[in-house]
């Protein structure tokens, strides 16, 4: 860990439990304890508690020989075998494969290439197809992206293909849905203990159901379209224990931030990423989401955190398929382990130009912006929203940069018009935004989350410098190449379109 990384918290000090180390480089002012665990015999083996389960019991992968950790446990039901350790190389049957218009047309191509241009899907009620990239633009290209998923999808007689043909209103499109990773959660393609995969790194973002869930390129997409499988090594797993109360000015995007900072962008480089702990059970399944969706800025295979009672409830009106539930044994082995106390935590942001560089949001604040955008898979859900609007209505100021509200799906600009917002009066919302001074909320999609076509709404075409909710601020990543973009969660967003600097949120929440 970077010199830099420990100093940027050295206000905020707290060592969770001294005891708990058995590495000893770390400095006591570090929020968060560390754990290396060996994965060969050896005397060092990490005990760790399981996670508190549910009435449901854990489902079981045969006769049990070796203790495993929940993605382990997953990858041995999908191969059909009885126990597995990280590095063996397996095929495993895939439970929903994932596309959409950007990687949909080239994964379409390579099925038809090497099955035949007759060939049939192997499961068409396991393929997922939900344009949402390049959709409210006149580009043609990004407009034939998605006829040719119409046209493949009807060829095949795809069960679940999310179809938009009206770009004028997408209100008249009513299997139109927006971001992918939000839709498969709303329409119950999530389920505990499958796997899903994805044409997108941040498919991540289901392990939030406690399912392995991870982005694949086209040729593996394409592949299992025609047969259902994919080959898959085992990832070893890191465990990051979250206790503590949540502060009421704290979101889990600074969490996953907070994590991210510790461990850099390559921490986690093909290992999943479990989230246990009393912080973590408190979440509701929206934050949990956002938590699992940041898991690839560190370069993580997979993030998941185990299901319970919130998982349950949030998926008895989403799907009727049944699921079963796993857990990592007590005595199941991690490469290493993380323990954060969640209460000492500050807001924070990730500085330009990438999600590892982290900073106190209070750090920053002499840093002058010209707009904040609110949106994507990452930000851009119900709850990021509500967040969104409980600071302006504390502030009761209007915004002083440009800011873009940019639901991910249908039904979350719909909860943007109908659902009020609490403590606000019966107020929803829009109502707050457009009192504000916020842009009118844009139609459901990623937009300018990842550039996109020079008439992408948001688009940042000029040199700017933005506060975002998205996930990524590689130079370019939102459109210019020497545009500014700081990582933050919606409470931070919402401070810093108040000021128009970056803004730590307890200045309007307390």
Request: aromatic share 8%; net charge neutral.
């Amino acid at each position: 860990m970077a010199a830099s990384t420990a100093a940027a918290l050295t206000s905020t000090a707290f060592l969770t439990n001294k005891k708990d180390l058995d590495v000893a480089a770390f400095s006591s002012s570090l929020p968060f304890s560390y754990r290396r665990c060996e994965r060969t015999v050896s005397k060092k083996i990490c005990s760790v508690m399981t996670p508190q389960q549910s009435e449901r019991k854990p489902s079981a992968s045969g006769s049990v020989k070796t203790a495993m950790t929940m993605t382990e446990k997953i990858f041995a039901k999908a191969s059909q075998k009885t126990e597995l350790s990280p590095g063996e190389n397996v095929w495993v049957d895939v439970d929903v494969l994932m596309t959409h218009d950007v990687c949909g047309p080239g994964s379409i191509g390579i099925f038809k290439k090497e099955f035949g241009e007759n060939a049939k899907v192997w499961d068409r009620e396991k393929v997922v197809i939900i344009p949402d990239h390049y959709i409210f633009t006149s580009d043609e290209r990004a407009n034939r992206n998605v006829d040719i998923l119409r046209d493949f999808s009807k060829e095949q007689n795809i069960k679940y293909f999310y179809d938009i043909k009206d770009l004028s209103d997408f209100r008249v499109n009513p299997d139109y849905k927006g971001v992918c990773h939000v839709a498969l959660a709303q329409e119950g393609h999530c389920r505990p203990g499958e796997v899903l995969l994805g044409t997108d790194s941040h498919t991540c973002t289901a392990g939030a159901f406690g399912q392995f869930a991870s982005g694949i390129g086209n040729t593996d997409a394409g592949f299992i379209l025609g047969t259902g499988k994919s080959l898959l090594k085992v990832p070893p797993t890191l465990r990051f224990v979250m206790d503590g109360e949540m502060p009421d000015y704290l979101l889990a995007k600074d969490l996953i931030l907070q994590i991210i900072g510790e461990i850099s962008v390559s921490g986690a480089t093909y290992k999943a990423m479990e989230f246990i702990g009393t912080t973590i059970e408190s979440l509701t399944m929206e934050e949990r989401m956002t938590l699992c969706n940041m898991v690839v800025e560190a370069g993580g295979k997979n993030g998941v955190i185990p299901p319970d009672s919130t998982t349950f409830k949030y998926l008895e009106d989403k799907t009727t398929k049944p699921f079963e539930p796993v857990y990592s044994d007590a005595n199941a082995r991690f490469l290493s382990e993380y323990r954060f106390d969640v209460s000492k935590l500050e807001p924070v942001v990730a500085k330009p130009h990438s999600p590892d560089n982290r900073a106190l949001a209070r750090e920053c604040k002499d840093v002058k912006i010209d707009r904040v955008y609110v949106g994507s898979c990452t930000g851009g859900k119900t709850e990021d929203f509500l967040a969104l609007a409980k600071v302006f209505h504390a502030a009761g100021k209007k915004v002083k940069v440009p800011t873009f509200i940019v639901p991910a799906t249908q039904k979350v600009w719909m909860d943007l018009y109908s659902i009020p917002v609490p403590g606000a009066g019966g107020k929803t919302c829009s109502q707050i935004f457009e009192e504000a001074g916020c842009d009118t909320p844009a139609s459901p999609g990623c937009a300018a989350c990842l550039g996109g076509p020079r008439d992408t709404y948001a688009r940042m075409n000029e040199a700017q410098v933005c506060v975002s909710t998205t996930n990524r601020n590689f130079p370019g990543r939102m459109g210019h190449k020497e545009g500014q973009i700081y990582l933050a969660s919606p409470y931070t967003a919402a401070a810093s379109a108040l000021t128009g600097y970056v803004t730590d949120p307890r200045e309007f929440l307390q």
